[in-house]
Protein backbone atom coordinates (compact mmCIF):
# COMPACT_ATOMS: atom_id res chain seq x y z
CA UNK A 1 0.00 0.00 0.00
CA UNK A 2 1.21 3.16 -0.92
CA UNK A 3 1.36 6.83 0.90
CA UNK A 4 -1.62 7.84 -1.26
CA UNK A 5 -3.95 5.08 -0.26
CA UNK A 6 -2.94 5.23 3.31
CA UNK A 7 -6.17 6.25 5.93
CA UNK A 8 -6.57 7.71 8.55
CA UNK A 9 -9.67 8.03 10.71
CA UNK A 10 -10.35 10.55 13.48
CA UNK A 11 -12.69 10.83 16.25
CA UNK A 12 -13.72 13.66 18.99
CA UNK A 13 -15.18 11.89 22.17
CA UNK A 14 -16.28 12.79 25.62
CA UNK A 15 -17.61 10.10 27.34
CA UNK A 16 -18.38 8.01 25.00
CA UNK A 17 -17.35 4.38 26.77
CA UNK A 18 -20.86 2.87 25.34
CA UNK A 19 -20.42 2.81 21.78
CA UNK A 20 -16.45 3.37 21.64
CA UNK A 21 -15.96 0.01 21.29
CA UNK A 22 -18.06 -0.88 17.92
CA UNK A 23 -16.83 2.59 16.66
CA UNK A 24 -13.02 1.63 16.76
CA UNK A 25 -13.34 -2.02 15.90
CA UNK A 26 -15.39 -1.15 12.31
CA UNK A 27 -11.70 0.89 11.76
CA UNK A 28 -8.98 -1.08 13.21
CA UNK A 29 -7.69 -1.64 9.63
CA UNK A 30 -7.38 2.21 9.46
CA UNK A 31 -3.36 3.15 8.94
CA UNK A 32 -3.97 5.49 11.75
CA UNK A 33 -6.74 6.49 14.36
CA UNK A 34 -6.36 9.46 16.27
CA UNK A 35 -8.99 9.98 19.16
CA UNK A 36 -9.09 13.36 20.65
CA UNK A 37 -10.84 13.56 24.01
CA UNK A 38 -12.35 16.42 25.81
CA UNK A 39 -11.42 14.69 29.27
CA UNK A 40 -13.66 11.39 29.51
CA UNK A 41 -14.53 10.72 32.99
CA UNK A 42 -15.57 7.02 32.22
CA UNK A 43 -14.08 4.18 30.30
CA UNK A 44 -13.64 5.89 26.94
CA UNK A 45 -9.89 6.57 27.27
CA UNK A 46 -9.09 2.91 28.41
CA UNK A 47 -11.21 1.67 25.53
CA UNK A 48 -8.49 4.01 22.74
CA UNK A 49 -5.90 2.62 24.47
CA UNK A 50 -6.98 -1.42 24.00
CA UNK A 51 -7.49 -0.39 20.38
CA UNK A 52 -4.29 1.12 19.81
CA UNK A 53 -5.33 4.62 18.98
CA UNK A 54 -3.39 7.53 19.29
CA UNK A 55 -4.57 9.84 22.33
CA UNK A 56 -4.92 13.38 22.47
CA UNK A 57 -6.32 15.55 25.08
CA UNK A 58 -8.22 19.29 25.06
CA UNK A 59 -10.80 20.80 26.55
CA UNK A 60 -13.92 21.27 24.33
CA UNK A 61 -13.82 23.88 21.94
CA UNK A 62 -16.96 23.65 19.89
CA UNK A 63 -18.05 20.72 17.51
CA UNK A 64 -15.96 22.30 14.20
CA UNK A 65 -12.87 23.48 16.18
CA UNK A 66 -12.40 20.21 17.71
CA UNK A 67 -13.02 18.07 14.83
CA UNK A 68 -10.61 20.83 12.78
CA UNK A 69 -7.72 20.00 15.40
CA UNK A 70 -8.47 16.25 15.81
CA UNK A 71 -7.83 16.34 11.46
CA UNK A 72 -5.01 18.46 11.97
CA UNK A 73 -3.39 15.46 14.10
CA UNK A 74 -3.78 13.05 11.32
CA UNK A 75 -0.83 12.12 9.33
CA UNK A 76 -2.24 11.09 5.74
CA UNK A 77 -4.31 12.67 3.22
CA UNK A 78 -6.97 10.75 3.03
CA UNK A 79 -9.17 10.82 6.38
CA UNK A 80 -12.20 8.75 7.66
CA UNK A 81 -14.26 11.08 10.08
CA UNK A 82 -16.61 9.08 12.59
CA UNK A 83 -18.42 10.30 15.61
CA UNK A 84 -18.34 8.11 18.48
CA UNK A 85 -21.94 6.68 18.46
CA UNK A 86 -20.92 5.65 14.58
CA UNK A 87 -19.55 2.17 13.43
CA UNK A 88 -18.94 0.89 9.64
CA UNK A 89 -20.52 -1.46 8.61
CA UNK A 90 -18.78 -4.51 6.90
CA UNK A 91 -20.25 -3.68 3.48
CA UNK A 92 -18.71 -0.19 3.57
CA UNK A 93 -15.58 -1.55 4.95
CA UNK A 94 -15.18 -3.55 2.02
CA UNK A 95 -16.08 -0.76 0.28
CA UNK A 96 -13.84 1.72 1.33
CA UNK A 97 -10.88 -0.68 1.71
CA UNK A 98 -10.90 -1.37 -2.37
CA UNK A 99 -11.81 2.09 -3.24
CA UNK A 100 -8.70 3.32 -1.14
CA UNK A 101 -6.77 -0.12 -3.04
CA UNK A 102 -7.81 0.94 -6.27
CA UNK A 103 -7.27 4.55 -6.28
CA UNK A 104 -9.68 7.52 -5.31
CA UNK A 105 -11.84 8.84 -8.19
CA UNK A 106 -12.85 11.92 -6.35
CA UNK A 107 -11.71 14.30 -4.02
CA UNK A 108 -14.57 13.58 -1.35
CA UNK A 109 -17.22 10.63 -0.83
CA UNK A 110 -20.18 10.37 1.06
CA UNK A 111 -21.55 8.17 3.11
CA UNK A 112 -25.49 6.92 3.49
CA UNK A 113 -26.21 7.00 7.63
CA UNK A 114 -28.48 3.84 8.48
CA UNK A 115 -30.10 5.68 12.26
CA UNK A 116 -30.81 3.78 15.34
CA UNK A 117 -34.12 4.97 15.86
CA UNK A 118 -35.67 3.72 19.60
CA UNK A 119 -36.07 0.60 19.65
CA UNK A 120 -35.09 -0.71 16.37
CA UNK A 121 -32.91 0.36 12.95
CA UNK A 122 -34.23 1.94 10.44
CA UNK A 123 -35.96 0.15 7.75
CA UNK A 124 -33.64 0.15 4.94
CA UNK A 125 -36.04 1.51 2.43
CA UNK A 126 -35.85 4.58 4.34
CA UNK A 127 -34.25 7.69 2.61
CA UNK A 128 -31.08 7.89 4.71
CA UNK A 129 -29.14 11.35 4.99
CA UNK A 130 -25.88 10.96 3.23
CA UNK A 131 -22.92 12.46 4.93
CA UNK A 132 -19.03 13.78 3.77
CA UNK A 133 -16.90 11.55 5.97
CA UNK A 134 -14.46 10.21 3.64
CA UNK A 135 -12.48 12.86 2.05
CA UNK A 136 -8.55 14.08 1.05
CA UNK A 137 -7.72 16.52 3.36
CA UNK A 138 -5.46 18.83 1.37
CA UNK A 139 -9.06 19.74 -0.63
CA UNK A 140 -10.52 20.94 2.50
CA UNK A 141 -11.41 20.51 5.94
CA UNK A 142 -14.15 21.13 8.51
CA UNK A 143 -16.47 24.06 8.69
CA UNK A 144 -16.89 26.19 12.05
CA UNK A 145 -20.58 25.20 12.97
CA UNK A 146 -21.11 24.75 16.53
CA UNK A 147 -23.52 22.13 16.68
CA UNK A 148 -23.32 20.41 12.92
CA UNK A 149 -19.58 20.49 12.05
CA UNK A 150 -19.08 18.99 8.92
CA UNK A 151 -15.97 18.27 6.14
CA UNK A 152 -16.33 20.95 3.15
CA UNK A 153 -14.27 20.19 0.16
CA UNK A 154 -13.28 21.90 -3.04
CA UNK A 155 -13.53 19.48 -5.97
CA UNK A 156 -15.53 16.33 -6.94
CA UNK A 157 -17.71 14.96 -4.45
CA UNK A 158 -19.14 11.15 -5.39
CA UNK A 159 -21.31 8.23 -2.85
CA UNK A 160 -20.61 5.43 -1.34
CA UNK A 161 -23.44 2.99 -1.26
CA UNK A 162 -23.15 0.86 1.97
CA UNK A 163 -23.98 2.77 5.18
CA UNK A 164 -22.68 3.28 8.30
CA UNK A 165 -24.29 2.93 11.44
CA UNK A 166 -25.64 5.32 14.08
CA UNK A 167 -26.37 4.79 17.64
CA UNK A 168 -26.97 8.79 19.24
CA UNK A 169 -30.71 8.25 19.53
CA UNK A 170 -31.14 5.04 21.54
CA UNK A 171 -34.51 6.12 23.39
CA UNK A 172 -36.85 9.16 23.60
CA UNK A 173 -34.92 10.89 26.60
CA UNK A 174 -31.65 10.69 24.56
CA UNK A 175 -33.26 12.29 21.49
CA UNK A 176 -35.31 15.26 23.16
CA UNK A 177 -32.26 16.14 25.55
CA UNK A 178 -30.17 15.99 22.12
CA UNK A 179 -32.48 18.79 20.15
CA UNK A 180 -32.39 20.61 23.32
CA UNK A 181 -28.63 21.29 23.62
CA UNK A 182 -28.48 21.34 19.63
CA UNK A 183 -31.70 24.07 19.36
CA UNK A 184 -29.61 25.85 22.33
CA UNK A 185 -26.33 26.04 20.06
CA UNK A 186 -27.61 26.86 16.69
CA UNK A 187 -29.46 29.77 18.29
CA UNK A 188 -26.28 31.47 19.64
CA UNK A 189 -24.40 31.10 15.98
CA UNK A 190 -27.61 32.64 14.41
CA UNK A 191 -26.97 35.39 17.06
CA UNK A 192 -23.68 36.07 16.14
CA UNK A 193 -24.49 36.71 12.11
CA UNK A 194 -27.62 38.59 13.51
CA UNK A 195 -29.75 36.51 11.91
CA UNK A 196 -32.94 36.93 13.91
CA UNK A 197 -35.54 34.57 11.82
CA UNK A 198 -39.51 35.44 11.32
CA UNK A 199 -41.87 34.61 14.09
CA UNK A 200 -44.25 32.75 11.21
CA UNK A 201 -41.82 30.01 10.17
CA UNK A 202 -42.49 28.66 14.60
CA UNK A 203 -46.03 28.20 12.88
CA UNK A 204 -45.39 27.01 9.45
CA UNK A 205 -42.06 25.32 9.41
CA UNK A 206 -42.79 22.58 11.58
CA UNK A 207 -45.91 21.03 9.88
CA UNK A 208 -43.79 21.12 6.63
CA UNK A 209 -40.93 19.32 8.23
CA UNK A 210 -42.95 16.78 9.97
CA UNK A 211 -44.17 16.00 6.56
CA UNK A 212 -40.83 15.83 4.97
CA UNK A 213 -39.90 13.51 7.53
CA UNK A 214 -43.08 10.96 7.85
CA UNK A 215 -43.65 10.75 4.15
CA UNK A 216 -40.93 11.88 1.46
CA UNK A 217 -38.33 10.58 3.65
CA UNK A 218 -40.19 7.62 4.39
CA UNK A 219 -40.20 7.64 8.02
CA UNK A 220 -43.66 5.79 8.09
CA UNK A 221 -41.98 2.72 7.04
CA UNK A 222 -40.14 2.73 10.87
CA UNK A 223 -44.20 2.22 12.11
CA UNK A 224 -44.76 4.19 15.26
CA UNK A 225 -40.84 4.92 15.65
CA UNK A 226 -41.05 6.86 12.49
CA UNK A 227 -44.07 8.69 13.63
CA UNK A 228 -42.78 9.73 16.45
CA UNK A 229 -39.02 10.53 15.16
CA UNK A 230 -40.83 13.03 12.61
CA UNK A 231 -42.68 14.44 15.52
CA UNK A 232 -39.62 15.29 17.34
CA UNK A 233 -37.75 16.26 14.64
CA UNK A 234 -40.50 18.88 13.69
CA UNK A 235 -40.62 20.02 16.93
CA UNK A 236 -36.51 20.56 17.24
CA UNK A 237 -37.39 22.84 14.25
CA UNK A 238 -39.84 24.70 15.77
CA UNK A 239 -37.54 24.55 19.08
CA UNK A 240 -34.87 26.91 16.90
CA UNK A 241 -36.85 29.62 16.01
CA UNK A 242 -38.79 29.91 19.12
CA UNK A 243 -35.57 29.97 21.19
CA UNK A 244 -34.29 32.71 18.78
CA UNK A 245 -37.66 34.74 19.57
CA UNK A 246 -37.31 33.82 23.13
CA UNK A 247 -34.29 35.44 23.11
CA UNK A 248 -34.85 38.45 20.82
CA UNK A 249 -37.82 39.17 23.49
CA UNK A 250 -35.67 39.12 26.42
CA UNK A 251 -33.25 41.86 24.68
CA UNK A 252 -35.67 44.09 23.75
CA UNK A 253 -37.99 43.66 27.09
CA UNK A 254 -36.23 42.48 29.86
CA UNK A 255 -37.92 42.45 32.95
CA UNK A 256 -40.50 45.46 32.03
CA UNK A 257 -43.42 42.61 31.28
CA UNK A 258 -43.13 41.49 34.84
CA UNK A 259 -45.48 42.93 37.69
CA UNK A 260 -44.03 45.93 39.36
CA UNK A 261 -43.53 44.02 42.66
CA UNK A 262 -42.19 41.45 40.91
CA UNK A 263 -38.10 40.73 42.09
CA UNK A 264 -36.45 39.66 38.77
CA UNK A 265 -34.25 36.87 39.20
CA UNK A 266 -30.49 37.57 38.79
CA UNK A 267 -29.88 35.74 35.55
CA UNK A 268 -32.66 37.31 33.27
CA UNK A 269 -31.26 39.15 29.83
CA UNK A 270 -31.81 42.86 29.90
CA UNK A 271 -32.30 45.39 26.93
CA UNK A 272 -28.25 45.65 27.15
CA UNK A 273 -27.68 42.05 25.52
CA UNK A 274 -29.48 43.13 22.04
CA UNK A 275 -27.32 42.02 19.86
CA UNK A 276 -29.34 43.82 16.53
Known amino acids: MTDRT ?21 IRWADEVIVLDSFSTDDTLAIAQRHGA ?46 LQNGPG ?28 LFDKRKGGIDDMPIHAAPKVQGDIARLKAPMYHYGETDIHTKVDKINAYSTGLVVDKLKKHRWGIPFIMVLYPPLFFIRSYLFKRNFLNGWAGFINSVIAAFYVFLKYAKLYEHRQFAKHGTRLLPDDAPPLPDYPSRSEDHS
Open 54 to 99: RIIQHEFMGYGPQKQMALAATCYDWVLLLDADEALSPDLQTEIRQL
Open 6 to 26: RLSAFITTYNNGRTLTACLQS
Open 106 to 133: ADGYEIPRQEQMFWRMYNPATRMNHYLR
